[in-house]
């Protein structure tokens, strides 16, 4: 059975909601371009990384038999050349924004030529390689997850043909495989050089990812929660709403042993008072009741809004003088609520209540029709009181 949702809870929650759908706290959430600066930081990171990794070859003589030195030498310009350009490119992603051709194509041009060096990268350390396998891999997963299908594979199709080309041709023998290194003295996976060179690329690649992928799915699965918890929630009393009461109700009749009390309440003429003084003030009596309800219920009770001016109330392992009592405090404290129209003169609220106690012999759904009938009857015999269904019903009191 769900507890009452307290103010101090509900506010939290609408916080939690504002800063995780809302704002832009979820990178799933973000902007399109937003993510584009996500993969360009990326993809510089990696580039850092081959560039790091070519002056340490270049800086170490006795390594120089192990590559091809005039390419490395290349290659560096290159990776150079691709950084200062992912660089340049955040630029127009963070302060071009707002106009439309940034917003149109700059998203393909960002993923494209990402996805171009490093298939430049992994065509030169071998396209079979682990490093290469790895950093393709990610790049689909991490792209589908950030971005629309069409801009994925806008990128990935082109780089798929080609890594698939340039592994045939290299067995035809038409193109040197991994041309990066000379190592055909040695076979690769037996090379040292070649084992830690690949190890030194897939650490960093595989290290983010994970987290990335940590990072997505652990807000993924938060927002499903607010997503689901907003579901159950009226918005505008912040009280749970019809479905979840439902639901509440569905689980009492699954137990053994009912022990719970079924209050109806219902605003009395709610009409007037959307009709005299405006939708406004009828959604602020709405408001305060739900939160007078929430003050004086108990911790294991829950508190719902049933529709339009009618809330409920589910008052767990409850008696019926318990249940008369707490109704009675309800009553009291909505008929004692200050509510003001614009022009400063007060407006009366108040609400009629129909208890009606469980039995292990009657439904939720039939004690619901019990709590209405006894809430139709406080109505008839003047609005503003309570009334129970045991002693109506089976006692026989008049009004």
Same mark, same amino acid.
């Given at each position: 059975?769900?507890?009452?949702?307290?103010?101090? #809870?509900? =506010?939290?929650?609408?916080?939690?909601? /504002?800063?995780?759908?809302?704002?832009?706290?979820?990178?799933? =959430?973000?902007?399109?371009?937003?993510?584009?600066?996500?993969?360009?930081?990326?993809?510089?990171?990696?580039?850092?990384?081959?560039?790091?990794?070519?002056?340490?070859? !270049?800086?170490?003589?006795?390594?120089?038999?192990?590559?091809?030195?005039?390419?490395?030498?290349?290659?560096?310009?290159?990776?150079?050349?691709?950084?200062?350009?992912?660089?340049?490119?955040?630029?127009?992603?963070?302060?071009?924004?707002?106009?439309?051709?940034?917003?149109?194509?700059?998203?393909?041009?960002?993923?494209?030529?990402?996805?171009?060096?490093?298939?430049?990268?992994?065509?030169?350390?071998?396209?079979?390689?682990?490093?290469?396998?790895? /950093?393709?891999?990610?790049?689909?997963?991490?792209?589908?997850?950030? %971005?629309?299908?069409?801009?994925?594979?806008?990128?990935?199709?082109?780089?798929? !043909?080609?890594?698939? !080309?340039?592994?045939? !041709?290299?067995?035809?023998?038409?193109?040197?495989?991994?041309?990066?290194?000379?190592?055909?003295?040695?076979?690769?996976?037996?090379?040292?050089?070649?084992?830690?060179?690949?190890?030194?690329?897939?650490?960093?690649?595989?290290? /983010?990812?994970?987290?990335?992928?940590?990072?997505?799915?652990?807000?993924?699965?938060?927002?499903?929660?607010?997503?689901?918890?907003?579901?159950?929630?009226?918005?505008? #009393?912040?009280?749970?709403?019809?479905?979840?009461?439902?639901?509440?109700?569905?689980?009492?009749?699954?137990?053994?042993?009912?022990?719970?009390?079924?209050?109806?309440?219902?605003?009395?003429? %709610?009409?007037?008072?959307?009709?005299?003084?405006?939708?406004?003030?009828?959604?602020?009596?709405?408001?305060?009741?739900?939160?007078?309800?929430?003050?004086?219920?108990?911790?294991?009770?829950?508190?719902?809004?049933?529709?339009?001016?009618?809330?409920?109330?589910?008052?767990?392992?409850?008696?019926?003088?318990?249940?008369?009592?707490?109704?009675?405090?309800?009553?009291?404290?909505?008929?004692?609520?200050?509510? %003001?129209?614009?022009?400063?003169?007060?407006?009366?609220?108040?609400?009629?209540?129909?208890?009606?106690?469980?039995?292990?012999?009657?439904?939720?759904?039939?004690?619901?029709?019990?709590?209405?009938?006894?809430?139709?009857?406080?109505?008839?015999?003047?609005?503003?009181?309570?009334?129970?269904?045991?002693?109506?019903?089976?006692?026989?009191?008049?009004?």
């Amino acid at each position: 059975m769900k507890k009452k949702l307290t103010p101090n #809870t509900l =506010n939290l929650f609408k916080a939690k909601i /504002t800063k995780y759908l809302l704002e832009d706290e979820v990178v799933m =959430n973000w902007s399109v371009l937003n993510k584009c600066i996500l993969i360009l930081i990326l993809g510089s990171l990696v580039h850092v990384i081959w560039i790091i990794w070519k002056i340490f070859i !270049l800086l170490s003589p006795n390594l120089w038999h192990f590559v091809n030195l005039p390419l490395l030498k290349l290659q560096l310009e290159l990776n150079t050349l691709f950084f200062c350009l992912f660089i340049a490119m955040i630029y127009p992603c963070a302060y071009w924004y707002k106009k439309e051709w940034v917003q149109q194509w700059l998203p393909y041009l960002s993923v494209g030529i990402v996805v171009i060096s490093l298939c430049n990268d992994g065509y030169m350390i071998g396209v079979l390689s682990p490093a290469t396998t790895i /950093t393709y891999v990610s790049l689909i997963t991490v792209g589908l997850v950030l %971005f629309n299908r069409k801009i994925v594979y806008y990128a990935l199709i082109p780089a798929t !043909l080609f890594l698939i !080309l340039c592994g045939y !041709l290299s067995l035809q023998g038409q193109i040197n495989y991994a041309p990066l290194f000379n190592l055909s003295t040695t076979p690769l996976y037996q090379h040292k050089f070649w084992v830690i060179s690949m190890l030194y690329f897939i650490a960093p690649i595989l290290i /983010t990812c994970l987290i990335l992928f940590e990072i997505l799915l652990s807000q993924w699965r938060h927002r499903e929660q607010l997503i689901q918890h907003l579901s159950q929630i009226d918005p505008l #009393t912040n009280t749970l709403n019809r479905r979840s009461i439902n639901t509440c109700l569905e689980k009492l009749e699954r137990k053994s042993t009912k022990s719970y009390a079924l209050v109806l309440i219902d605003l009395d003429h %709610f009409k007037q008072i959307n009709d005299q003084y405006g939708h406004d003030k009828g959604d602020e009596a709405l408001i305060k009741v739900s939160e007078v309800l929430s003050q004086i219920i108990r911790d294991s009770d829950v508190v719902g809004r049933f529709g339009g001016e009618e809330f409920i109330l589910i008052l767990n392992q409850s008696s019926l003088a318990q249940a008369q009592n707490i109704a009675e405090r309800c009553r009291q404290a909505i008929q004692a609520l200050q509510l %003001f129209s614009n022009i400063g003169e007060a407006i009366k609220v108040t609400a009629s209540f129909g208890i009606a106690l469980s039995n292990i012999e009657i439904s939720p759904q039939k004690l619901l029709s019990q709590a209405d009938k006894a809430l139709y009857e406080a109505k008839a015999c003047g609005r503003n009181q309570v009334k129970c269904y045991r002693e109506i019903f089976i006692a026989a009191k008049p009004c």
